[in-house]
């Protein structure tokens, strides 16, 4: 299964203060470890929402918000895409981490196509057969 | 935490921390069984304490030390016995040889790794006990998850592991790693099981469906695993590569009823990106390296090349006509000759590859192959020769074993006929 592993903001990563060296050469081996162990298939660091936009969806209308944004225990400064056999594997990995000062990282197990019924799979399966044969009639047209 | 979750957890540190505490213990005590027998009472230990205690902080050091305690307890009372026969007059030439413990448990994991991996991937054993052997100890999976996953019953499973590390200590395989000339040929070893496990998976059409994708992904973490340890071997990193580009195509290889979709005919946007990006990425590490390009290389250059055309009408045949060109010089096997005749097929048209099949037909590792007939089938179709085809496409569906490829078999004959005879109903109105 795939995991996805979210670390929360903070004032600092929101302020752009970049870590302590010790720090980053401490995730530096946690990831060199991650790696090692043929778990990781992905991971980034996210910069400042200064830098961010949203957009709003509201009947027709899009309305685009600039960054940065303020709830920051709810924004994201980090992510993992981590390859394991099970969410314990995902935690035992995750308490391995670097990270200290009550600071809660998430673990959010990703959607496998197994996990979505037959039936629903067959006919999201039909609807993009039939987008793929209007896709090529159009290239042919 | 309840007794459930306990278990668990313990389940997942050993998942994580079994390969090195074996490694670790087999440069402790040099006999694979030893080892393995030492980290699993380790486990057994764990699981009756850490109910009651709780994980320790450091999990994999706990089972490091309560293993070493056993290790070295086991070597003091050999060490007793040693000096009991010696007292007596005797010396045993099997305990007199045994080294000077080394107590550094904490260094050198890598090599710890790939000591572990090149003994279980060793040639004295089969290639079954090899790639049950590298599930059990490096993959860190149960006999009873092994047995479930190639499909034979837990007891065979366990005497197939039991007997390989046996075999290892009655060949006296030297725990070393293998000096440079070997290396290659050792290493050949190693790729081999780990793509061997990969396509028990990936080939799989019968059984538990749900067990099998865990066996490509166990294999394609022992892939990753390796190409860190082994950085600079440019097939490390294609065997990862092919591994991560086939995988990427899971999704699509099979329809709502589970039939089986061929490449050509795959969706090609439930590929998962994800696996395919990073198989590229893996291929352009094993061409960066400017060695001979092995034939996982080739294999994933040209899996590469159907990863890269979006629409399968995109693909690049001439580079994968190319490419199986040099597999061909490499590899000489006439299966990958049937492979490339396909692919000359696509690139010059049916003709040319018609005639490339003609030169296989005597050849005897072919005989029974059903894919020969089938390709030719295909290629008599696609010059509308018919009544040929119905014939090839007969021959095949009745050497297959598989039901339902003779299915599909049978389809394709069934409409070569309906083709023919509108064909020759059509050259009737015509005149």
């Known amino acids: 299964m795939r995991v996805m592993v979210f670390v929360p903001a903070d004032s600092n990563s929101e302020a752009g203060v970049m870590p302590t060296q010790d720090l980053i050469s401490k995730m530096m081996k946690f990831n060199e470890d991650l790696v090692k162990a043929g778990v990781m298939l992905d991971g980034q660091g996210l910069t400042p929402t200064s830098r961010a936009k949203r957009v709003r969806f509201s009947g027709n209308q899009r309305t685009v918000i600039d960054g940065p944004f303020a709830e920051s225990k709810e924004l994201v400064a980090g992510y993992w895409i981590w390859q394991v056999k099970s969410v314990e594997e995902a935690v035992e990995w995750l308490k391995r981490a670097p990270f200290d000062g009550g600071v809660e990282v998430t673990i959010r197990p990703i959607f496998e196509p197994e996990d979505f019924g037959r039936e629903l799979t067959a006919e999201l399966r039909s609807k993009q057969e039939q987008l793929q044969v209007e896709i090529d009639r159009q290239k042919r047209s | ?431």
């Not at chain 2, 999990?59 to 040693?82: S, V």
């Not at chain 2, 059990?136 to 592991?161: C, D, N, S, Y």
């Not at chain 2, 003709?351 to 290629?379: N, T, W």
């Open chain 2, 1 to 431: 935490m309840s007794a459930g979750a306990t278990q668990e957890a313990v389940a997942a540190v050993w998942r994580i921390e079994s390969a090195r505490l074996i490694g670790a213990l087999l440069r402790l005590v040099r006999s694979v069984e030893l080892a393995e027998d030492l980290a699993q009472e380790a486990l057994i230990v764990a699981l009756e304490r850490w109910p009651a205690t709780g994980i320790p902080d450091n999990p994999g050091a706990w089972l490091m030390t309560t293993a070493k305690n056993r290790a070295l307890d086991q070597l003091r009372q050999r060490k007793m016995q040693q000096r009991k026969h010696e007292e007596l007059g005797q010396h045993p030439a099997s305990v007199s040889q045994e080294p000077a413990p080394d107590t550094g448990l904490e260094e050198d994991v890598g090599d710890d790794l790939l000591r572990l991996i090149f003994i279980a991937c060793h040639p004295v054993l089969s290639r079954e006990a090899r790639a049950a052997l590298t599930l059990k100890m490096l993959g860190g999976l149960t006999t009873e998850e092994i047995a479930r996953a190639f499909l034979v019953p837990e007891p065979t499973m366990a005497q197939r592991i039991v007997r390989a590390k046996r075999s290892l200590g009655e060949a006296r395989v030297p725990f070393e790693l293998p000096p440079g000339a070997q290396l290659q040929s050792r290493l050949a070893s190693v790729l081999e099981v780990i793509y061997l496990i990969f396509n028990e998976g990936y080939a799989a059409t019968t059984g538990e469906s749900w067990t099998r994708p865990q066996l490509c992904q166990e294999a394609l973490r022992l892939g990753r695993i390796l190409a860190g340890l082994m950085s600079g071997e440019a097939e490390v990193h294609g065997l990862l590569a092919l591994m991560e580009l086939n995988a990427s195509r899971l999704p699509a290889r099979t329809g709502a009823l589970g039939e089986p979709i061929l490449l050509l005919d795959q969706d090609r946007t439930r590929w998962d990106q994800l696996l395919l990006h990073r198989g590229l990425a893996a291929l352009e590490r094993a061409e960066r390296l400017r060695q001979p390009l092995g034939s996982y290389t080739l294999q994933a250059a040209i899996a590469a090349c159907h990863a890269r055309a979006r629409v399968a009408s995109q693909t690049d045949w001439h580079r994968i006509v190319a490419l199986y060109d040099a597999l061909v010089e490499l590899t000489l096997s006439p299966i990958v000759e049937l492979n490339r005749a396909v692919a000359v097929s696509m690139a010059f048209g049916p003709g040319a590859g018609l005639e490339l099949l003609a030169s296989l037909a005597e050849e005897p590792a072919l005989k029974s192959y059903h894919l020969l007939p089938s390709v030719r089938g295909d290629l008599l179709f696609k010059l509308g020769r018919y009544a040929e085809a119905t014939v090839e496409f007969e021959r095949a569906a009745a050497m297959t074993q598989n039901s339902r490829e003779r299915t599909l078999l049978q389809t394709r004959a069934q409409e070569s006929r309906r083709c023919h005879s509108s064909a020759r109903r059509h050259i009737s109105i015509v005149r």
